[in-house]
């Protein structure tokens, strides 16, 4: 392989993914009170859900060091591989500045083999353009191909969730306790999506996954996948929540390149369990 894949542990891509695709996940750092863990190498899906039904205060996050990053472009530029970066959006994280920081600290002709991307998005919605940039690479393509075909799905990304429970978007302030009291009251729940870097509420539904597949129903209907593209199912440390939805929409989704992500500690911290949701490419108008 000629073109290093790499990204940060935010594209919750999960245990084994380094072996899987051939790529470099670095680690962000995960602390619960006085203890910090590095994301998804010291603290699994499992064991970040279970402290988080037990605390107090939301989990923060922090980016990997500058020294990480040198490292590790170090390795690659040495095996005479080019790097291509695909990182969490900038709004959401310094790891993407912290990375082309780090490039510049390289001579001119290795800057020129290093391509780091924002990718504008986080969770699945970032694993999916690591698993779309393998696919690339596997074919072939440079680095410069493979940062045009991300730069082209990046604005196509469509990601939904829904909630099983308030309390966590209550606890980390994107909720008052009015709205709390009246979604519980009322059965209600958020619909949200990952765009250009932000979250936002698109849709309040009934509080079950079978009315969040009826409105993700007509979503996908009004905005068709790309047939040649990836689509992802996220959970939140619940695989079975993904069955269902892969059965409802076995005919409306591409079905060769499906995979399973459960929601890691950024996104996690704020949905927690029960969560899921999906993350595909829209067809190009």
Known sequence: MHVAIMTDSTSDLGPGA????????????????????????????????????????????????????????????????????IFIASTLSGTYQTAVMTRSRFAPEEQERITIIDSRHSTGNLGLLVIEACRKRDLGAGAAAIRDHILDLIPRLRLYSTFDTLKYLRMGGRLSAAATVAGNLLNITPVVTLYDGKISVVAKIRRSPSSFRKWLKDKILGEPPDPGSTAVFLHADDLALTAPMREEFKLLLPQESTYDLCLGAVIGAHTGPGAHGLVYVAKEK
């Open 18 to 85: 380094e072996a899987l695709f051939q790529i470099d996940v670095i680690p962000l750092m995960v602390t619960f009170g006085d203890e910090v863990f590095r994301d998804g190498v010291d603290l699994t899906s499992g064991e970040f859900y279970s402290r988080l039904s037990k605390a107090d205060a939301l989990p923060t996050t922090s980016q990997p060091s500058p020294a990480v990053f040198h490292d590790l472009f170090r390795k690659r530029l040495d095996e005479g591989k080019d790097v291509v970066g």
